[in-house]
């Protein structure tokens, strides 16, 4: 009777402990969890790491292949992979307004893609050309968006990837008697700067020297 009649007045708290201490003894049930968490972080590192350390080989094999000296340095960029070349042949590397930098970057999303099935992206730079690029395509844009204000007429900035032509809308964006637009297919399309109130309804449009 007395046995019962403690077993009927333990406190259910002390019941579960002591469930936890059949279990594992006289360890809490939280010291398996965190060290379940610590061993799937240290996974994700060096699986990380290995991917980093591969997209850093495969390009440091496709310029060796290009018969290219060049370092390249990679970093984490948020989820993302950047990969930094520098060397005495970073024209080379950049080409024409960043046409090779762009096919280099396009062939390694590729092969990454194909290896590890994920979202991340890899991003490839020469002698931070892609910064310079994004100031001189701000320049540029301000530049003919007063040219485009001052004629009352359309104007060609240029062919453009979309990610330079996504710079220069945003560059223009906040000007309320201008707008852009792009015309054309495939990669590489025609950026138009034209103003809100054209003469002659806009038809004049001229080519940006």
């Not at 201490?21 to 990380?48: C, H």
């Not at 290009?66 to 990679?74: D, F, N, P, R, T």
């Not at 396009?106 to 890899?122: A, D, M, S, T, V």
């Amino acid at each position: 009777m007395e046995g019962n009649e403690k077993e009927q007045s333990q406190n259910p708290d002390e019941a579960v402990e002591a469930e936890k201490a059949d279990l594992y003894g006289s360890e809490s049930v939280e010291e398996p969890i965190r060290e379940n968490g610590r061993i799937l972080e240290e996974f994700d590192k060096k699986r990380r790491a290995g991917k980093i350390e591969y997209v850093q080989s495969v390009l440091e094999g496709v310029l060796f292949r290009m018969g290219i000296e060049a370092k390249v340095v990679a970093e984490e960029m948020g989820r993302d992979i950047r990969l930094e070349m520098s060397g005495d042949n970073s024209g080379l590397l950049i080409g024409k307004h960043g046409r090779t930098l762009d096919a280099i970057q396009y062939i390694l999303n590729k092969i990454y893609q194909r290896r590890f099935g994920e979202g991340e992206r890899i991003f490839v730079d020469a002698e931070n050309y892609r910064r310079r690029r994004i100031e001189a395509l701000e320049t540029l844009a301000l530049r003919l968006g007063e040219k485009v204000k001052k004629r009352k007429r359309a104007l060609v900035a240029g062919v453009f990837n979309s990610r330079d032509r996504r710079i220069i809308h945003i560059a223009l964006k906040g000007d309320g008697l201008l707008e852009t637009e792009s015309n054309g297919d495939g990669f590489y399309k025609k950026l138009v700067i034209r103003p809100t109130n054209p003469v002659n309804g806009g038809n004049d449009t001229e080519v940006s020297p």
